[in-house]
């Protein structure tokens, strides 16, 4: 009989997969997407994926054990694995990267070693423990076992690993094999009144000289609802009744020990959406159905069309009607946006209509929740749409029947640290053809890759030129910033136009928001004495200034510093902090209008889970007047009473040496402009305030020439010969040495460039030549579009091996960031 193998995906960053034996007793519970654990390195036990199986034995190797295998249906089903497969070829990485972003940590167990104690150890003389050993066999107890890392945390031995390899060596501990799934289901408790509204009397008697008790049950009656007549009796959740009574658990032990009460538990349904959907699709207008069917029959013979819909035309509402329709036919949905931000107010509009087949999933949620979702899917086949940021696209979809990928056109699609560096967008459509899905891209300001695809007839094309009930877009004004300094019409951030327009906003009762891309207090420290300036001691980057936590904070690396009285360098009290982040827009704006509600949305006022659907409810339901953010501010949102947004800096956007930076900038001035006038026109306003207000951006924002801005961008991408003209791909090096990397990079561009010849140019610095303490160049591959990808790619490759040579690449790192 022959011995099979299986070819494992391990969680790691490395270009192939591993061969392990199959043992006779797992022959039937290790098969393809199935998760198994196995020994890889000394004595390193990690979950992986089965990718395949053969009766092939490898040969000139050994081949280690499957040490566990831990499912009976695939975790991973094999379309899944082949979009994992296209991501690590196309993108360059190894597929255990693409698998440790595609699945979430609870379903990868532990990626470390487990131990406990050897159950054949007899503590005595002969093998006497030292107080190290002592410690860690205490801790572990007689069953319990424990990965490395938590005992590292318990503890604090020096040289852990080692120890604990040499108590194995001994024989004292053994690599566990009862590992531990971390995912848990997750559970609450409820408590159950056991009285009815005729026996309230009795139950409260019977805890008449007990305070807290009565307490207690005074907050479950009310709570629970069984003093109203009539009314269904609810089940309250444990911990918020201990919470609103103020009493401890031991109060309720002796209310549930009195028979008043009993507890049960309760598995947590996430998918649960409490409010009662309307299952009413919006009336479409004219010019919406007319869209609606033109998508329709454009993807009879194209996979995928572009809507391009100026802002609030209602390509929401148009994606429900095609969102109703594919659930109709039975088929699963995805739905992606760029940023988590959005997913906030579409979770609402979405479940009004669809109830709970809505599913969101995104980076925020906890991993349980994560595990949740990905076992919901792969048990049932029912219709959802799942509604998500870009590693949504990794779930296990089964009959995936429309992929919605929405603000096509933005950068976050594209993920730049760490591997897979993909873009969602791409991959989604990538996915979508996988499953024979349609796709639809929507965007106010195309991608110029899209829109080129679509104007030639790769990608079909419908246009939404209106917006909704006819509103006009805002006018844009330009301010020109230097002039304003001039004639001292500045007041902090703002000009004074900006002033006077929130303030008529604010009058009117209606809401501003204000956009400037820096999170942060002040960007720039400086002492006035000796022009010293803080940076980072890991990065080549100077410090933000964070005025709540009074610190300088680098933001490529998250390093935080104090904040001098004294200058460093010359000893003075020169200290001084330049320029507005949103922390100190914030302030300002609070001190020029003292009577308004000020709110902020960036990374530092975002970073718990629902973080930005506080700001958003609360800015929503006007409890504020003016919203100050960053980027989070300029996309996607709806809010109809914004009548005012202030572009606070637009040079910041436009000023960036990278061949993307027009577009971007076009592209996030436009769609902040398109957050005004939505709800109703009048006195909608857009202020951009600029040093440049001749740059040519700005007239085409000004404008909101679409097209203008296209045809002008098209030609320059032509001109230097930049996608959608040519492909690019960078690839990156990093070594803690300076000059071993100018050296090494040399080199490196010198082997590509004796095959691929002018395609190759560089090494050059980045604008950040220095993060987390290594130095970066950067080589930039340009090959001609129609260029084929897969002799490119081997190129790169039997570079990379060649250049293994050079011991400099010991300490590199050396990566791919294609179509960046
Ligand atoms: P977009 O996604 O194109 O920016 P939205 O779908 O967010 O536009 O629509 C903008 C606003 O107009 C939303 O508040 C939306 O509810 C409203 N709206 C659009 N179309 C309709 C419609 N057919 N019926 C009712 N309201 C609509
Ligand atoms: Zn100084
Ligand atoms: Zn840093």
Not at 45 to 52: A, H, N, P
Not at 588 to 616: C, H
Request: proline share 5%; hydrophobic share 40%.
């Amino acid at each position: 009989m022959s011995r099979w193998y299986a070819e494992i995906i391990l969680p790691l960053p490395l270009d192939t997969t591993f061969t392990y034996a199959i043992p006779a007793e797992m022959e039937n519970s290790v098969r393809v997407g199935y998760r198994v654990i196995v020994p890889f390195g000394r004595k390193k036990y990690y979950t992986g994926i089965v990718r395949s199986l053969t009766t092939q034995s490898p040969e000139g190797f050994e081949t280690k054990e499957i040490a566990v295998a831990l499912d009976n249906h695939p975790i991973v089903r094999h379309p899944q694995l082949k979009l994992w497969e296209w991501v690590a070829e196309y993108y360059m990485c190894a597929a255990g990267d693409v698998y440790k972003a595609a699945v979430p940590s609870g379903l990868k167990v532990e990626s470390e070693t487990f131990v406990e104690v050897n159950p054949d150890y007899e503590p005595g003389e002969d093998t006497p423990l030292d107080d190290r050993e002592a410690m860690i066999v205490s801790l572990l107890g007689d069953e319990k076992c424990m990965a490395v890392s938590a005992i590292a945390r318990e503890l604090t031995v020096k040289n852990l690993p080692a120890l604990i390899t040499s108590m194995i060596d001994k024989g004292i501990l053994v690599i566990s094999e009862k590992i531990i799934e971390r995912y848990r289901a997750v559970r609450h408790t409820v408590v159950i009144p056991e009285y009815d509204i005729s026996g309230m009397a009795d139950a409260f008697s019977s805890v008449k000289s007990a305070k807290k008790q009565e307490r207690l049950l005074m907050t479950l009656t009310e709570m629970s609802g069984v003093n109203r007549r009539g009314a269904d009796v609810k089940e309250v959740d444990r911990k918020e009744l201990l919470d609103r009574a103020g009493v401890t658990s031991a109060v309720l032990n002796a209310v549930i020990k009195k028979g008043l009460a009993r507890i049960e538990k309760r598995e947590i349904n996430r998918f649960k959406f409490d409010g009662t959907p309307t299952g009413k699709l919006p009336l479409l207008t004219q010019a919406q159905m007319k869209a609606c069917d033109e998508i329709t029959a454009q993807w009879r013979d194209k996979s995928t069309v572009l809507l391009h819909g100026v802002t609030s035309s209602g390509k929401t509402e148009i994606y429900s009607h095609l969102i109703d329709a594919a659930l109709s036919r039975g088929e699963q949905v995805l739905y992606l946006v760029p940023e988590i931000a959005l997913t906030t107010q579409l979770t609402r509009r979405l479940q009004n209509v669809f109830g709970n087949s809505v599913v969101v999933y995104h980076s925020k949620f906890s991993d349980n929740e994560r595990v949740d979702i990905w076992k919901t899917m792969l048990a049932e086949q029912t219709p959802r749409v799942i509604l998500g940021a870009r590693s949504s696209l990794f779930l296990p979809f089964g009959r995936l029947g429309l992929v919605i990928v929405d603000e096509e056109h933005e950068s976050s699609y594209k993920q730049a640290d760490p591997a897979p560096r993909y873009n969602a967008r791409d991959t989604a459509l990538v996915l979508a053809s996988m499953h024979g899905a349609k796709a639809l891209l929507g965007s106010a300001t195309p991608s110029v890759e899209t829109y080129y695809k679509a104007i030639n007839g790769k990608f079909g094309l419908v246009s939404l030129t209106t917006r909704y009930n006819e509103l006009p877009l805002p006018p844009i004004h330009i301010v020109d910033m230097k002039r304003a300094r001039q004639r001292g019409e500045v007041e902090g951030p703002l000009s004074l136009d900006a002033v006077r327009s929130i303030n008529g906003a604010v009058e009117a009762s209606k809401q501003a928001i204000l956009f400037r891309n820096r999170r942060g207090f002040a960007p720039m420290v400086r002492c006035k004495q000796c022009a010293w300036v803080p940076k980072c001691q890991y990065c080549d980057v100077s410090l933000t200034y964070h005025n709540h936590s009074r610190q300088l904070v680098c933001h490529y690396c998250g390093a935080v510093y104090e904040l001098p009285d004294l200058c460093p360098q010359c000893r003075q009290p020169a200290i001084e902090v330049i320029g507005y982040g949103t922390e100190r827009v914030e302030g300002e704006i609070e001190n020029i209008f003292p009577a308004s509600k000020v709110l902020r949305m960036d990374l530092d006022t975002t970073r718990n889970k629902d973080g930005y659907e506080s700001i958003i409810d609360a800015f929503s339901s006007h409890k504020a007047d003016i919203l100050v953010g960053t980027q989070m501010v300029t996309k996607g949102l709806d809010f109809g009473t914004v009548s005012t947004v202030v572009v606070i800096n637009a040079d910041e956007l436009i000023n960036i040496p990278d061949f993307k930076a027009s577009e971007r900038a076009f592209n996030m001035l436009e769609q902040v402009s398109g957050r005004a006038g939505r709800g109703d026109a009048a006195g909608s306003e857009v202020i951009i305030q600029t040093y440049t207000p001749d740059h040519p951006i700005l007239q085409f924002v000004s404008g909101h020439s679409y097209l203008g801005f296209y045809e002008h961008e098209i030609e320059e991408r032509k001109r230097y010969l930049y996608p959608p003209f040519t492909r690019i791909i960078y690839i990156y090096l990093k070594h803690a040495d300076a000059s071993v990397l100018q050296q090494f990079s040399h080199a490196y561009a010198q082997l590509l460039a004796s095959q691929l010849g002018s395609r190759v140019s560089g090494p050059d610095q980045p604008r950040v030549t220095r993060v987390k303490s290594l130095y970066i160049q950067k080589i930039m591959i340009k090959v001609e579009a129609g260029a084929s990808l897969a002799k490119l790619r081997q190129v790169l490759k039997d570079t990379y091996v060649k250049m293994a040579k050079n011991p400099a690449i010991k300490n590199s790192q050396v990566y791919y960031d294609v179509d960046p």
